[in-house]
Nanobody
Framework: QVQLVESGGGLVQAGGSLRLSCAASGRTFSSYGMGWFRQAPGKERDFVAAINWSGGITYHADSVKGRFTIFRDNAKNTVYLQMNSLKPEDTAIYYC?????????????????WGQGTQVTVSS
């Protein structure tokens, strides 16, 4: 059974940084694309960033481009989201997810396994 466990969330002041981690188990991690999504209270789950199986191709939402970076370490079965220059509007629960494809995917519907989420709160 595939398991995804996020960590690294917390409370940070605007302008600060956090690094989220997502540890995967249950299948060959290095064969599949991974993504990060976020959901603020009362809002839909939004795409944040995605990465292909090797880490050689990434894509970031316009709202985080230049501030967030997704990367992965296949030897550690872990995908990361480095978040810099955080803003109060980045406050949300952050989820990692994985697809059934080796390629990078953007849509929520392409992801079949999800973690439990980690809370990120950015104070102004």
């Amino acid at each position: 059974q595939v398991q995804l466990v996020e960590s690294g969330g917390g409370l940070v002041q605007a302008g600060g940084s956090l690094r989220l981690s997502c540890a995967a188990s249950g299948r060959t991690f290095s064969s599949y694309g991974m993504g990060w999504f976020r959901q603020a209270p009362g809002k839909e789950r939004d795409f944040v960033a995605a990465i292909n199986w090797s880490g050689g191709i990434t894509y970031h939402a316009d709202s985080v481009k230049g501030r967030f970076t997704i990367f992965r370490d296949n030897a550690k079965n872990t995908v990361y989201l480095q978040m810099n220059s955080l803003k109060p509007e980045d406050t949300a629960i952050y989820y990692c997810a994985t697809t059934l494809s080796s390629a990078l995917r953007v849509g929520v519907g392409a992801y079949v396994y999800w973690g439990q989420g980690t809370q990120v709160t950015v104070s102004s």
